[in-house]
């Protein structure tokens, strides 16, 4: 007797849970290739500093100073600054977008993430986060538009990146343990879909 009320208990609860109807979020999913993966286009909007943080700044400018050809290294206050924690471990990492004509074209401009890691006399130094498989096309930048959210999502740890697109499409990027990859792009008609709009 205890053991069916138990059950009809549980039963109910199950009922109950599948009926429930969830709070309204953005949070869909999405079947993407045979399986199916939650999408949120809400987030932190990527608001980029072109005169403060300088000493973040002085960092971008001496990577691409030492990794470029000259004639194409920008100048420094063309270097756009935000700094964020993208994966929540306490140090904030430099996110950088370089309004330089040799570095912007129709898709947008350089955008690029420095994380802070140790080097092998225990100092830190900061080294970009890739972005695209490393067996494909690997780059330590992406050319995208400035508006760029970094999604309430997190795959592996890390948060997940939204671009939008000139046309109002968003494409989603995902952290892969070693470098972000690009996962689905949502044409502008998805998007406001999405959005109930």
Known sequence: MHHNVIRFIFICL???QCNAKPPHTTDV?????????????EGYQVQFD????????????????SSI?????????EIGIELYDIDNDGNLEILSYLESSGWCGSLGCDFSIFKKVPDKKDNYVYQPIYWGD?????SPGI???????????TTLGMYDFLF????????????KGGYY?????????????????
């Open 143 to 153: 050319i995208v538009h400035k508006n760029i959210i970094i999604s309430r999502n």
């Open 50 to 65: 072109f005169k403060g943080h300088q000493k973040e700044r002085e960092i971008v400018y001496r990577y691409y100073e």
């Open 14 to 16: 199950l009922l109950f």
């Open 134 to 138: 490393p067996q494909e096309n690997k």
């Open 164 to 175: 939008e697109g000139g046309d109002g499409d968003v494409s989603i990027w995902q952290w």
């Open 69 to 77: 050809k000259k004639n194409y290294i920008p100048k420094k206050e």
């Open 181 to 197: 990859d690009f996962l689905v792009n949502l044409s502008e008609q998805q998007v406001l879909k999405l959005k109930g709009k």
């Open 29 to 41: 999913e999405k079947n993407i290739s045979d399986k199916t993966v939650r999408i949120n286009l």
